[in-house]
């Protein structure tokens, strides 16, 4: 368990590697702690997860199976740290931010957090057949594509800006 901790480290805060069992219990590691860092996510997911409003970085490729859950919750920054890098879904994606505390996914070069660095485009979301992907009020920047589609998509009050190529491929 942890909980009510401060946690200050020179990389990332907390490293999570997803293909390693992670119980659903779990979900509670994250809440009640603060960190001056990035919680590096990388791997595929093995259950269902609701991430707390934090700071995220995606450092491999994430994969989101068939019949599991993810949920971000309003005002959660998911940066990808390399070129190229997708999150694919096949089960749910669930991102509801709100007007003022809206969810941002982009590139880790993005200048509006990392001024003076180069732009590098991550690939953006890809969800597959039978996939269930929800954006509300949600960001997405600095993606070759943002979203591309092969399932159920509901998108409102979100941004898609900064593509290198469609902002929806469906």
Excluded: H, M
Excluded at 81 to 97: E, F, H, I, K, P
Excluded at 125 to 134: C, D, E, F, G, V
């Amino acid at each position: 368990e942890f909980s009510n901790n401060s946690i200050n480290s020179g990389e990332s805060s907390i490293y999570i590697n997803l293909t390693n069992y992670l119980p659903s219990e779990y979900n509670d590691i994250l809440r009640g702690n603060t960190y001056d860092n990035y919680i590096e996510l990388l791997g595929t997911f093995q259950n269902d997860f609701d991430f707390p409003k934090s700071n995220y970085t995606l450092s491999e490729a994430i994969d989101i199976p068939k019949d599991v859950n993810v949920k971000f919750a309003a005002g959660s920054r998911i940066l990808a740290a390399l070129t190229g890098l997708s999150v694919t879904v096949q089960g749910t994606l669930n991102c509801v931010g709100t007007s003022s505390n809206p969810i941002l996914f982009t590139s880790i070069n993005d200048p509006t957090i990392e001024d003076g660095k180069s732009i590098t485009y991550w690939a953006g979301i890809n969800s597959k057949a039978y996939s269930n992907l929800t954006f509300d009020y949600v960001q997405i920047r600095y993606a070759s594509t943002p979203i591309k589609s092969g399932g159920e998509i509901k998108l409102t009050n979100s941004i898609l800006e900064e593509s290198s190529s469609y902002g929806v491929y469906i």
